[in-house]
């Protein structure tokens, strides 16, 4: 019964809106994210929830998986860092708010000291850890071997390695051209762009949130929900045909699921207007084509009005412009989701004449 | 009596060869063990206490550098054994496993490799959450990002190796992204506007797919080009970005602290 409603729950227009929801709420409530009591609570929590859910054959049978275990350790050092990162930003802020400076500019962390032994036993305590981890887990588990290379006969589902699979799942919702190299190479400038757009000249050297809380949250939001998240999903519940399935469902093979999705251009031209659709491909995506441009650039005014007034003056054109395209080109993931999901909208922008998908 | 035999050797002519400074229990001969010795004169002398601590910078870093080594050591151990052609590839990996007792260099290999992914990932989250990236260590962040990527296409290229059914669709998979790339893939948007007369400039026969590939598939072609990318031409780009990275590091301040 309980299982039963994970499994509904999971499906990711569910599961995603609770994950924002939630992460929504956390950057609310630092004040209560960024205590010990929290921490401690959410550890018990998610080991209880984690240990229930092992138990379960049919869950335990995917994450048991050699090749799946990496991303349990993923999941932990998320949770872990995630939760530490809040932690120390709130102690920091609460102590700033105080008038005094961030822990790590305390007089007494301040004083240098000596690399040798403070720095290299550190190093060497780590490599030793790590060490020791990595022999335990090749003891254990053996490195998966399957079948002999075969071109002739594809496996289902076959995946990427477990590090690509946020890419992969954004296939579901965007053609490979723009999940597989548009998106990955914005995310990548995106990246390098970060310290030429970011000027607040604060928050350097010491975890903060308050300082930072536009920075923080729009990394964040990218990190955990466009890439952890869907990362997740693209493991554990995407099965054969990459059909979802819930955590606790088995991956029959015969799952049938409706494919009704349908183009902004049939929805518009068939549903609204009643016809045909035209013959002159300009035509018929006209209103793709507005909505599309009208994403990239109409929006920009209506954002600089309502919020982005303080930025351009601080940032200058140049940077608010480009930070505007990098924030835009991210929540096109999230819209285009939502849009399927509750439209059940294929393409807004369908060109297949020019292999032009969006 | 331990004590005396620990002077007796320190005192050796062997001994002060290797070492030219005694043992780095006071301030001149602490500074000389790290300012002497090639690995260690990676680090700075002296350094702010806040850097050191395990609570600010997790070690994620240093782990990372530390699993790229240990994944150079046992990759070279592989390479003994292991030919990079489709006749033989699959079998090595076979011998690798069952002729070897008590063998688990493809495991440490291979966990390493996923680790070093986990690793790097989260020290770019800490980097960040401590707004390291913030002047001076724009640039620093930038080889980070380069890095970064790196680490995820040695994973990627050495996924392929092992030769079964895991490696060649998950690569191709990976691969037939590349297909869709805007006017280079064969597939991409604007590739079929390039056209002259009745000739295709960008095909499936010379497309980024194929440059990457060898082929039009995932074949032999594919597997040396990938045991080239993965043994030799990555590794040494990282060595010399990671270089470049450390040197950074020391040059703009050393681990980021409050102004």
Partial sequence: MIKAAINVLATPVYSFSIFIALFYLALKRIDIVGTKKFGLGLLIFTLVVFGWMVADPIFFSIISLPDNIPIIILNALVFWSTWYALYKGHQNDLRIEAGEPPIEGTPENREKVWAWPNLVYTELFCGIICTVFLIVWAIFFKAPLEEPANPTWAPNPAKAPWYFLGLQEMLVYFDPWMAGVVLPGIIVVGLIAIPFLDINPKGNGYYTFKERKFAISSFLFGWLALWVYLIQVGTFLRGPNWTFYGPFEFWDFHKVVAENNINLSEIVWIKFFNRALPKNIFVREMFGLVATFGYLFGLIPLITKKWGKSYLERMGSIRYYIMLFLVLSMMSLPIKMYLRWFFNLKYILAMPEFELNL | ?259
């Fill in chain 2, 1 to 259: 009596m331990s004590e005396g035999f620990a002077k007796k050797v320190a005192n050796t002519q062997v001994w002060k060869a290797i070492f030219r400074h005694g043992p780095p229990n006071n301030a001149r001969n602490r500074a000389a063990v790290v300012a002497g010795n090639v690995f260690l004169h990676l680090h700075p002398i002296k350094l702010k206490k806040s850097g050191v601590q395990l609570g600010y910078t997790w070690c994620m870093g240093g782990l990372t550098f530390f699993i790229f080594l240990s994944l150079t050591v046992t990759g070279v151990l592989l390479m003994f054994y292991y030919r990079p052609t489709a006749e033989y590839a699959f079998t090595d990996i076979i011998g690798l496993r069952e002729h070897v007792p008590l063998g688990i260099m493809r495991e440490l290999h291979r966990w390493g490799a996923h680790l070093m992914v986990i690793t790097v990932w989260i020290h770019m989250f800490r980097v960040f959450m401590t707004g390291s990236y913030k002047p001076p260590r724009e640039f620093n962040w930038g080889v980070g990002v380069i890095l970064l990527i790196l680490t995820m296409l040695l994973s990627f290229t050495g996924y392929l190796l092992p030769w079964d059914q895991l490696a060649i669709w998950a690569i191709t998979v990976g691969s037939n992204m590349a297909k869709a790339t805007p006017f280079l893939g064969n597939g991409g948007p604007g590739a079929a506007l390039a056209k002259i007369g009745d000739f295709v400039m960008v095909s499936d026969k010379n497309d980024v797919r194929f440059q990457l590939l060898g082929g039009r598939f995932v074949g032999e072609a594919a597997l040396l080009r990938f045991y080239i990318l993965h043994c030799v031409f990555i590794p040494l780009v990282v060595a010399v970005l990671i270089a470049v990275h450390f040197w950074r590091v020391r040059k703009d301040g050393g681990i980021s602290a409050p102004l």
